[in-house]
T-cell receptor, first 113, second 118 residues
């Protein structure tokens, strides 16, 4: 059974800082890994999808890396802004005929103006 | 397309009552997922459809839960004889299967249906 751990559970940084969120997973037989953000009381918004054959993916100020063999992914956020405050969730998607995503508990990010 | 729609957004019910949630996915998406999320936790997988076929069900989906996706379009999730432990946010998501367009397998989530069982 896939298990996902995200560290830290919460993070508070001043505006403008660069930061890294960590995600580890136990089963490396994944099809892809997706990062989402969730604002309080809302649904999830997709940020990045990294295919299992890729090492990294970039979108604007966000860069996600994947090391499938070691079961790790990181999300790098450059020049953080108050609008980045949210909970960030990583979710590896199973391969081998199963398409469910397994989520971690997330990292709650607060960017202080 | 306005994204994934869920209805109702909030439902308060008494223990023992039945409730039904509806999800309208993005029209071209052939996959549809249901997840449940409780406070402070990540979403937990419940079930998944490809077109009208229900291909996977979690052990979390007890016999009080049933999901359907007639004609491969909208989906319903029914909970019978609700219990206080069923209180949660029920999230629906949809995606395109791999091998089609760019953006395949990226899940688009709805805003969720929050259930409170008294």
């Amino acid at each position: 059974k896939q298990e996902v751990t995200q560290i830290p559970a919460a993070l508070s940084v001043p505006e403008g800082e660069n930061l890294v969120l960590n995600c580890s997973f136990t089963d490396s037989a994944i099809y892809n890994l997706q990062w989402f953000r969730q604002d309080p009381g809302k649904g999830l918004t997709s940020l990045l999808l990294i295919q299992s054959s890729q090492r990294e993916q970039t979108s604007g100020r966000l860069n996600a890396s994947l090391d499938k063999s070691s079961g790790r992914s990181t999300l790098y956020i450059a020049a953080s802004q108050p609008g980045d405050s949210a909970t960030y969730l990583c979710a590896p998607q199973s391969g081998a005929g199963s398409y469910q995503l397994t989520f971690g508990k997330g990292t709650k990010l607060s960017v202080i103006p | 397309d306005t994204g994934v729609s869920q209805d109702p957004r909030h439902k308060i019910t008494k223990r023992g009552q039945n409730v039904t949630f509806r999800c309208d996915p993005i029209s071209e998406h052939n996959r549809l997922y249901w997840y449940r999320q409780t406070l402070g936790q990540g979403p937990e997988f419940l079930t998944y459809f490809q077109n009208e076929a229900q291909l996977e069900k979690s052990r979390l989906l007890s016999d009080r839960f049933s999901a359907e996706r007639p004609k491969g379009s909208f989906s319903t999730l029914e909970i019978q004889r609700t219990e206080q432990g069923d209180s949660a946010m029920y999230l629906c998501a949809s995606s395109l299967s791999r091998g089609r367009k760019a953006g395949a397998n990226v899940l688009t989530f709805g805003a969720g249906s929050r259930l409170t069982v008294l």
